[in-house]
């Protein structure tokens, strides 16, 4: 089974379990490439995706709220249209599963979240990849949960 991690954020990133954190990939630009990184997974195997469920908050700029909805939705419309139904996760959900006792202050947050992603594998992983790791980690153990 392949557990495919989205935190959809233009700067977020995409991790691949198999067997492990087997990639990570940075959120690309297009919607193409994209898709092209969900298909290269989905060929041989079944494949459960996980990604960050997001939305905008009032102290958000319209503009940068705008664009970071407009990412998540590119993801949604590519895995309807590779009929792959997501499991969405909420930030607080995936987190807690990882920590009960995260710092409130995010950049302190992201990294604690990077020391605990960096723990599942040896791949280089950076800031804005750690979220991916640890929502593909977290949709593994989910799935393992549901095969017992």
Avoid at 100 to 126: D, V, W
Wanted: glycine share 6%; charged share 25%.
């Amino acid at each position: 089974m392949t557990v495919i991690g989205i935190d959809p954020g233009k700067s977020g990133a995409v991790a691949i379990w198999n067997e492990g954190i087997d990639k990570v990939i940075k959120c690309p630009s297009t919607p193409k490439k994209m898709a092209d990184i969900i298909k290269s997974e989905t060929w041989s195997t079944k494949v459960v995706v996980y990604i960050e469920k997001v939305w905008a908050f009032p102290t958000d700029a319209r503009s940068s709220a705008f664009k970071f909805g407009t990412n998540y939705g590119m993801w949604l419309g590519i895995l309807g249209a590779l009929n792959i139904e997501p499991e969405l996760v909420t930030p607080q959900t995936w987190q807690k599963h990882f920590s009960k006792k995260l710092p409130k202050e995010k950049l302190l947050r992201k990294k604690a979240l990077y020391k605990i992603a960096m723990s599942y594998t040896e791949k280089k992983i950076y800031l804005y990849s750690a979220d991916a790791v640890l929502i593909a980690v977290y949709g593994f153990m989910k799935q393992d949960e549901e095969r017992k």
